[in-house]
């Protein structure tokens, strides 16, 4: 059922948010979902980082903050997706049931693990990027009950907000770690 469910929200369908929303036994299912997209994708830069001539050890670095990163970012965007979502524009959720629809939206996201593939696989990662931003903007209205509009302005204050946090935070991470590293070629 799983595999149906992420073929759903690819399809775009909107009736799958509607199902997910109550059933709190499809919570770990949709984090399982968050879990494998931001891996996949992470495995594909991985994979490309290699192929493109970075050392292993930088790219399993890069692997590991970006994990890191990706996790936190979700967490960032399910929250305040769910707070803008609720407090700004009237929508009727639960934190849970926004992480649900949220964890299953990111299915298209999967597509992430091509990117390492020469020529076209940044496009195709990116086709999965795209399509996934906009299940999340079916899945928030649908999730909320709230028109397009203030699902795309909701998104849009999330990602923000992803976006902050996680620059903030990867600078705390990165910074040292270049920091280091320029001082160890002096």
Not at 75 to 100: C, D, P, Q, S, W
Not at 108 to 120: C, K, Q, R, S, Y
Not at 165 to 185: F, H, K
Request: charged content about 10%; overall charge positive.
């Amino acid at each position: 059922m799983l595999l149906n469910r992420i073929i759903r929200a690819i399809k775009l369908d909107k009736t799958l948010y509607h199902e997910v929303k109550p059933d709190e036994s499809l919570t770990n299912e949709a984090i399982m979902v968050i879990a494998a997209a931001l891996i996949l994708t992470q495995i594909g830069s991985f994979l490309g980082n290699l192929i493109g001539g970075v050392g292993f050890g930088s790219s399993l670095l890069i692997l590991i903050i970006g994990l890191v990163l990706g996790a936190v970012g979700w967490g960032v965007f399910i929250f305040v997706a769910h707070y803008a979502g609720t407090k700004f524009f009237g929508g009727n959720a639960a934190l849970k049931e926004m992480l649900r629809s949220l964890g299953y939206a990111q299915g298209p996201a999967l597509l992430g693990v091509f990117g390492f593939i020469p020529v076209v696989g940044w496009l195709v990662a990116w086709v999965g990027s795209v399509l996934a931003l906009i299940t999340s903007v079916i899945a928030v209205r649908e999730t909320l009950g709230v028109d397009t509009v203030k699902a795309i302005i909701t998104c849009v204050i999330a990602w923000v907000a992803m976006i902050i946090i996680t620059s903030v935070i990867g600078g705390l991470i990165y910074g040292p770690i270049i920091a280091a590293a320029v001082m160890a070629s002096i």
